[in-house]
């Protein structure tokens, strides 16, 4: 009895997954994803160029609010922004701030990574994780792949119509040049019958009286 069950359920499944809709779904799915990585390089270059003299392109465009609470003003000598260039420097002296002047440089390395894990780099400079940030540079990204996704979907619909609209008329051009050399075969034009009106209640009665009057004259 479970081996009938099992044996149905993939029976099911198996018609479930050969539909031309399920089939259809996966190709869109496939190709979307692929598109979006088409979309995503073009707003990427299309904003570098745009962007160019702006220092730290794009990703830079952000507003720092200010800090509220002591867990959003950063770590000591780093503060809540600080230059990426002055990264290393910053790094160097907090970690001769804490092991002294003759700290080794795989202590160096090993404090700069645990600072860069508590920052997060936009364009040419870093903001502590806890900050605020109210990053414009990805709402303006989004909206420029918005744009070109709802333009090359609009492009290929517009074509996509234009050679459906074609193909019907070429179609519609072959059928009425062969009921032109066949014309006994052309369909006749379906007349529609026009429903009988309604009875009024005035006709009603008046079939009434008309029966009474009919049995009226049987029963002499």
């Given at each position: 009895?479970?081996?009938?069950?099992?044996?149905?359920?993939?029976?099911?499944?198996?018609?479930?997954?050969?539909?031309?809709?399920?089939?259809?779904?996966?190709?869109?799915?496939?190709?979307?994803?692929a598109?979006?990585a088409?979309?995503?390089?073009?707003?990427?270059?299309?904003?570098?160029?745009?962007?160019?003299?702006?220092?730290?392109?794009?990703?830079?465009?952000?507003?720092?609010?200010?800090?509220?609470?002591?867990?959003?003003?950063?770590?000591?000598?780093?503060?809540?922004t600080?230059?990426?260039?002055?990264?290393?420097?910053?790094?160097?002296?907090?970690?001769?701030?804490?092991?002294?002047?003759?700290?080794?440089d795989?202590?160096?390395?090993?404090?700069?990574?645990?600072?860069?894990?508590?920052?997060?780099?936009?364009?040419?400079?870093?903001?502590?994780?806890?900050?605020?940030?109210?990053?414009?540079?990805?709402?303006i990204?989004?909206?420029?792949?918005?744009?070109?996704?709802?333009?090359?979907?609009?492009?290929?619909?517009?074509?996509?119509?234009?050679?459906?609209?074609?193909?019907?008329?070429?179609?519609?051009?072959?059928?009425?040049?062969?009921?032109?050399?066949?014309?006994?075969?052309?369909?006749?034009?379906?007349?529609?019958?026009?429903?009988?009106?309604?009875?009024?209640?005035?006709?009603?009665?008046?079939?009434?009286?008309?029966?009474?009057?009919?049995?009226?004259?049987?029963?002499?």
């Open positions: 009895m479970k081996k009938k069950k099992e044996f149905k359920l993939w029976k099911e499944f198996k018609a479930f997954i050969s539909r031309g809709n399920v089939v259809d779904m996966a190709t869109g799915v496939v190709i979307g994803g598109f979006s088409i979309v995503t390089a073009l707003v990427n270059i299309f904003l570098s160029v745009c962007t160019w003299a702006v220092p730290g392109g794009l990703k830079g465009l952000i507003t720092v609010l200010p800090a509220l609470t002591d867990a959003q003003k950063g770590m000591d000598g780093f503060g809540a600080f230059a990426a260039a002055e990264l290393q420097a910053k790094v160097q002296a907090y970690a001769e701030s804490v092991y002294g002047s003759s700290v080794e795989a202590v160096v390395q090993s404090m700069k990574s645990e600072i860069l894990s508590k920052y997060t780099l936009y364009g040419s400079q870093y903001v502590y994780n806890q900050t605020a940030v109210i990053d414009w540079g990805t709402f990204n989004a909206i420029i792949s918005f744009l070109i996704v709802a333009l090359t979907l609009f492009i290929i619909l517009k074509v996509y119509t234009t050679l459906v609209n074609k193909k019907r008329d070429a179609q519609a051009k072959l059928i009425e040049e062969y009921y032109k050399k066949h014309p006994e075969e052309r369909p006749q034009p379906v007349v529609e019958e026009k429903p009988l009106p309604k009875p009024t209640e005035y006709d009603v009665l008046v079939e009434i009286k008309e029966l009474l009057k009919e049995q009226k004259a049987n029963s002499k």
